[in-house]
């Protein structure tokens, strides 16, 4: 038996579905005040206090080369957990809606078709099939790059009260 699921959630970024691997997700919470933090990455919106924990928050629209997400009363933040280094990092990814927890088979995940050489598309682990719906499956250790996770945590550690 292999380490991942068939399990995904669905959210969505604009028009576009897309999927994690319900295996990272950690939990869905709603929009909550988020604290800007300076000369940090424009993708990184702040830190929210997660049960007394600084948790980076990202802007998984600008990180994609969309426009900022703008709050609604769908707006949440999924909380994942990414694996960079070996090491296990907690992330809070902007969503414009979550949708649901579905099933997706393997044999209904596509490989991610080759876009040309200026598009990174490695942090996309293929494209599911769902009802007739293209569903854009993300692997969550690639879309954020280790220095973009590694400034973040030195963000938030530099934010974090010093415990004397």
């Given at each position: 038996m292999?380490?991942?699921t068939n399990q995904f959630l669905t959210f969505t970024l604009g028009e576009e579905v897309?999927?994690?691997?319900?295996?990272?997700v950690r939990e869905v919470l709603e929009y909550t005040a988020i604290t800007k933090?300076?000369?940090?990455?424009?993708?990184i919106r702040g830190v929210i206090n997660l049960?007394?924990?600084?948790v980076p928050v990202?802007?998984?629209?600008?990180?994609?080369?969309?426009?900022e997400t703008q709050r609604t009363v769908d707006t949440c933040?999924?909380?994942?957990?990414?694996?960079?280094?070996?090491?296990?990092t907690v992330l809070g990814a902007l969503a414009d809606s979550v949708k649901e927890v579905m099933d997706i088979e393997p044999g209904d995940i596509?490989?991610?078709?080759?876009?040309?050489?200026?598009?990174?598309?490695?942090?996309?682990?293929?494209?599911g099939k769902h009802n007739d719906e293209f569903i854009i499956v993300l692997d969550i250790d690639k879309v954020f790059s280790e220095e973009e996770i590694v400034h973040a945590a030195a963000v938030v550690a530099e934010e974090a009260p010093s415990e004397a």
């Amino acid at each position: 038996m292999s380490d991942s699921t068939n399990q995904f959630l669905t959210f969505t970024l604009g028009e576009e579905v897309f999927a994690l691997d319900i295996a990272s997700v950690r939990e869905v919470l709603e929009y909550t005040a988020i604290t800007k933090v300076p000369r940090t990455h424009e993708s990184i919106r702040g830190v929210i206090n997660l049960r007394g924990r600084a948790v980076p928050v990202v802007d998984v629209r600008l990180k994609f080369g969309m426009a900022e997400t703008q709050r609604t009363v769908d707006t949440c933040i999924i909380i994942v957990e990414v694996s960079l280094g070996g090491e296990d990092t907690v992330l809070g990814a902007l969503a414009d809606s979550v949708k649901e927890v579905m099933d997706i088979e393997p044999g209904d995940i596509e490989p991610a078709p080759r876009m040309g050489t200026s598009i990174k598309a490695d942090f996309i682990r293929g494209i599911g099939k769902h009802n007739d719906e293209f569903i854009i499956v993300l692997d969550i250790d690639k879309v954020f790059s280790e220095e973009e996770i590694v400034h973040a945590a030195a963000v938030v550690a530099e934010e974090a009260p010093s415990e004397a």
